[in-house]
């Protein structure tokens, strides 16, 4: 497992990087769905914050039913990926300290696409969401997503 | 969840989250149903149920899949921002065929935007039968923000056609073809490359809407998306440059940590500095590559499928026209020599520094050209300093064997209006003029002064 306490770490997951949660079904269907602001709770013990957009209700079931989680966080601006596997601990509302963060991440995120992308930020708005779950996961693995050769590879303390 | 018989969505309605702006977002399971969530490079619609996505190095959704054919698929819609999410069965993996080989198209079109075609390829096309189409969030277009529809009529198309036809050689064919992109068509920014003698390597003979010219640059086929559009001999388009730029960078240096590739030399990139948007389309004659019309803008998604009809007319109409000026220049090179006198030199020495090992050539100390256009100037000032002789015809320079031209298709007229335009862009001291069919001035406003390493 990453070190979540590093510093590169801790800044590229509270950075502006695109989130992705997958989840499955009892029926043993995965579902993909997006997140929109990430906080590491506990780097010890691999516990993370992650909100998830609430207008799904499938994703929202599985987080609760089944609990096996993946999150993936990628930067807008290089693409550097890395993904997490773990389990769902608890889906709470958001607090106000998660609707700030969903906010900040939001403008964090959107400002990213903006200066990479140059789309519109009238156009990026459509986008954001305003109503959020928040998910704490116990993390059990990370792995590299890059695009290239070693996508997919662990990733542990000792391979950053 | 929507069953696709009922709902009103289709793929045929998502084709633009297609076009790889966004990168779509996929979830699989394994057999123990551990999720897994990853972007996707490319999705294309195979037909009205069912998508292929690319498979280049996506190990751990494959490996899922065998165990567990279903998919969670995200797909936004790049020009409103509108977003699906598509229920998927895995059916099959094509390794050949139609959908293969249009999903290779666009990964060796990624890959050569960093000179990565030896070592990014595609492994195989996944296809899946969609289930479901969800819409997550459906927005209506932006006036003003969809991507840029080419209001473009017969008219316009064929006074472009009449104004090329009007054109008495072939610097004058492409420069009034770029100019009527823009002023007739709309598309402000242009260049032409045309294939050089080798067929390796194309180089700009003119471009319009740059900040800087840029006639000479040179890039080999296969390289940048001019390059792709040569060695495939299709028209590629991308609407959103940067994206592709970085997550080909990114792969480009995922591929250098594990030494599959040294660090790579700088691809010519496109010379409006914000380019969001590419059109590269070949200029083909008798299915013969003569060339490559690019169209950019820094609009995204800025060029469709309507854009790519109306500029291969455009390019196959300066590849028609080019091949008839070779020929009518081939036919013309026993024309008599014209008679204007040669311009007065001034008092200026003119310095040329030849380098014989690329061609290289500098005017003084400013480098100016390379390559076959080089070897001509310096054949031709050796010639004018020995002989005070002005006028040349094309075949003499032809018979020149220190130019070490190919017997076949040795593009010597093409290289002479490029060497033309590269002297006029620069304000150089040394100045070529046609002179009648097949025929050439050499103006120098000064004395010359040869150096060369020979």
Redesign the interface.
């Given at each position: 497992m990453i070190d979540l306490d590093d510093n590169e770490t801790s800044a590229f997951l509270h950075s502006g990087c695109?989130l992705?949660?997958?989840?499955?079904g009892a029926d043993?269907?995965?579902?993909?769905?997006?997140a929109w602001g990430l906080s590491v709770v506990d780097a010890g013990s691999a516990v993370i914050r992650v909100l998830v957009e609430d207008?799904?209700p499938?994703t929202l079931k599985n987080l609760r039913d089944?609990g096996?989680?993946?999150?993936?966080a990628?930067s807008v601006?290089?693409?550097?990926?890395i993904?997490f596997?773990g389990r769902v601990v608890s889906t709470e509302r958001p607090t106000a300290e998660d609707e700030a963060r969903r906010e900040h991440y939001t403008k964090l995120f959107l400002t990213d696409i903006n200066d990479?992308?140059?789309?519109?930020p009238?156009?990026?708005a459509?986008?954001a969401r305003q109503h959020v779950v928040a998910c704490v996961v116990e993390l059990a693995a990370s792995?590299d997503?890059?695009?290239?050769?070693?996508?997919?590879s662990v990733i542990d303390k000792d391979n950053r | 969840m929507t069953d696709p018989a009922e709902t009103t969505v289709t793929l045929r309605d998502l084709r633009r989250c297609f076009d790889g702006r966004v990168p779509a977002a996929i979830a699989t399971a394994n057999g123990e149903g551990v999720p897994n969530v990853t972007y996707l490079s490319v999705v294309h619609e195979v037909d009205a149920e069912r998508v292929a996505l690319s498979n280049q190095f996506m190990s751990k959704t494959s490996r899922n899949l065998a165990e567990n054919p279903h998919a969670s698929l995200l797909l936004i819609d790049p020009v409103t921002f509108s977003e699906y999410r598509l229920t998927l069965r895995y059916e099959r993996t094509d390794r050949r065929g139609v959908v293969f080989e249009r999903l290779r198209d666009d990964v060796d079109t990624v890959a050569a935007l960093t000179g990565m075609r030896d070592v990014f390829r595609l492994r195989s096309a996944d296809i899946f039968r969609v289930e479901a189409i969800d819409v997550i969030v459906e927005q209506q277009d932006a006036p003003g923000l969809v991507s840029r529809q080419q209001a473009v009529g017969l008219t316009a198309c064929a006074e472009l056609a009449a104004r090329m036809s009007r054109c008495a050689d072939l610097g004058g064919i492409v420069e009034v073809a770029l100019a009527g992109l823009d002023d007739l068509l709309g598309y402000r920014h242009s260049s032409m490359m045309l294939l050089d003698e080798q067929g390796r390597r194309l180089f700009t003979i003119a471009s319009h809407g740059f900040p800087a010219e840029g006639v000479g640059s040179e890039i080999d086929v296969g390289e940048g998306l001019a390059g792709a559009a040569a060695e495939a001999c299709r028209p590629v388009r991308i609407g959103g440059l940067s994206q592709m730029r970085k997550y080909s960078q990114a792969v480009r240096t995922a591929y250098e940590r594990e030494g599959a590739i040294g660090p790579g030399r700088d691809i010519p990139l496109p010379t409006l500095p914000d380019t969001e948007s590419q059109l590269a389309v070949p200029a083909l004659v008798r299915g013969e590559l003569v060339g490559v019309l690019v169209v950019e803008s820094p609009l995204p998604a800025a060029f469709n499928p309507d854009d790519e009809a109306v500029v291969t007319m455009v390019a196959t109409l300066i590849a028609q026209m080019t091949q008839i000026e070779r020929a009518t220049v081939d036919a013309a090179e026993h024309a008599p020599p014209a008679t204007k006198p040669p311009l007065p030199a001034s008092q200026e020495c003119v310095h040329v520094r030849f380098f014989a090992e690329d061609g290289s050539v500098f005017l003084d100390s400013d480098y100016l050209i390379r390559g076959v256009a080089g070897r001509v100037l310096w054949s031709l000032v050796q010639r004018r300093a020995a002989t005070g002789l002005s006028e040349f015809a094309i075949k003499e320079l032809r018979l020149d064997k220190s130019l070490a031209l190919p017997g076949f298709r040795d593009n010597l007229d093409t290289r002479l209006v490029l060497l033309k335009r590269r002297l006029e862009e620069r304000h150089a001291p040394i100045q070529l003029e046609r002179c009648g069919r097949g025929r050439f001035r050499l103006e120098v406003a000064g004395e010359l002064h040869l150096e060369s390493n020979e």
């Open positions: 695109a992705l949660v997958g989840t499955i043993g269907l995965p579902r993909a769905c997006r207008d799904d499938v089944d096996r989680v993946a999150v993936t990628t601006r290089t693409h550097r990926s993904q596997k990479s992308h140059r789309y519109s009238e156009m990026l459509r986008w792995f997503q890059t695009p290239g050769p070693s996508a997919g | -």
